[in-house]
């Protein structure tokens, strides 16, 4: 069992940063895709970023691109998400999740990841 929460979550200015950060216990996640969604108040969770087992492939929501970067640490079985320029319409709660699947990382669906931390607050000010 995979086991994952989430911290860097806070109050920012518009056009501001914010790095996630997602710890991974129990078993090393070295060989699991990681991805990253968000839920804002009455949407629905929608995919952000995602990267596979080496951090190497990387897929992205239009909306976040060139903005947001995933990256992974697999020794310290760490997961982050880098927020630059955030705007107003990327406040949400953002998870990280995690699929032992070697091809989840392609995926955009939060029903292809099997594993998800508690969620922590983005919340970005005009």
């Known amino acids: 069992q995979v086991q994952l929460e989430e911290s860097g979550g806070g109050l920012v200015q518009a056009g501001g940063s914010l790095r996630l950060s997602c710890a991974a216990s129990g078993r090393t996640f070295s060989n699991a895709a990681m991805g990253w969604f968000r839920q804002a108040p009455g949407k629905e969770r929608e995919f952000v970023a995602s990267?596979?087992?080496?951090?190497?492939?990387?897929k992205y929501a239009d909306s976040v691109k060139g903005r947001f970067t995933i990256s992974r640490d697999n020794a310290k079985n760490m997961v982050y998400l880098q927020m630059n320029s955030l705007r107003p319409e990327d406040t949400a709660v953002y998870y990280c999740?995690?699929?032992?699947?070697?091809?989840?990382?392609?995926?955009?669906?939060?029903?292809?990841?099997?594993?998800w931390g508690q969620g922590t607050q983005v919340t970005v000010s005009s």
């Open positions: 999740a995690a699929d032992r699947s070697p091809l989840a990382w392609l995926g955009a669906k939060p029903e292809q990841y099997d594993y």
């Open positions: 990267a596979d087992w080496s951090g190497d492939k990387t």
